[in-house]
């Protein structure tokens, strides 16, 4: 990946916002456990609710990125599962068709595990000719270990539009990750879709 593509990938910064003091999901559990709207607060992230997830032993990773989705309306969603091997050569290799003018969404399907996972945001350059076309940034949430009651999460990013005319149709290559409040890569891959007049 060149240079400019590392530059393109940044995630903004909110000027005067600083990321806060780190704690274990443990020391969250234990807060203020007298107050009671913290406890149902702290319930309602998961925190210190349900049996921990198993993770395999030497596993470092937070944030696991199991699947991702292309939903179009009224078609089937498209998923790639990220934990067969081979699947992230295969979405550069094997473009995704998008019919001009179609509404879609991307949905992500992660686990997180051991530590709470803050401000995890996805990141995506589109570019058609060697020419950067857009530029996204979404923010997906923070987010406690997932439990054996709630094995993963899944977010659904902002509907779009794929674009329409003579000149939008044709092949546009992607770079995406998804990146943490601590800059953390998660996942890091490439990705192309085609825009056609109609459905293949």
């Not at 979405?91 to 992500?108: D, G, V, Y």
Request: glycine residues 8%; hydrophobic residues 35%; charged residues 30%.
């Amino acid at each position: 990946m060149s240079g400019q593509a590392d530059d393109d990938l940044v995630a903004s910064k909110t000027e005067g916002y600083k990321v806060g003091e780190k704690k274990t999901v443990e020391e969250y559990a234990k807060l203020d456990q007298n107050d009671e709207s913290l406890n149902r607060w702290k319930a309602s992230l998961g925190i210190a609710t349900g049996a921990p997830l198993a993770v395999e032993p030497g596993d470092t990773r937070r944030c696991v990125i199991l699947a991702l989705a292309l939903e179009v309306e009224g078609r089937s969603d498209i998923v790639i599962d990220l934990t067969t091997p081979g699947s992230l050569e295969k979405l550069k290799s094997k473009p995704f068709t998008i019919k001009e003018s179609a509404k879609f969404r991307m949905k992500a399907t992660f686990r997180v595990q051991h530590d709470v996972l803050s401000g995890l945001k996805y990141l995506q350059v589109v570019k058609r000719r060697g020419i950067r076309v857009g530029k996204d940034e979404e923010m997906l949430g923070s987010y406690p270990p997932n439990t054996a009651d709630k094995p993963s999460y899944e977010k659904k990013f902002s509907q779009d539009e794929a674009p329409s005319g003579m000149l939008a149709r044709g092949h546009y290559e992607a770079v995406s990750k998804f990146i943490d409040d601590d800059e953390v890569t998660h996942l890091n891959f490439e990705w192309s879709f085609d825009i056609t007049k109609d459905w293949k």
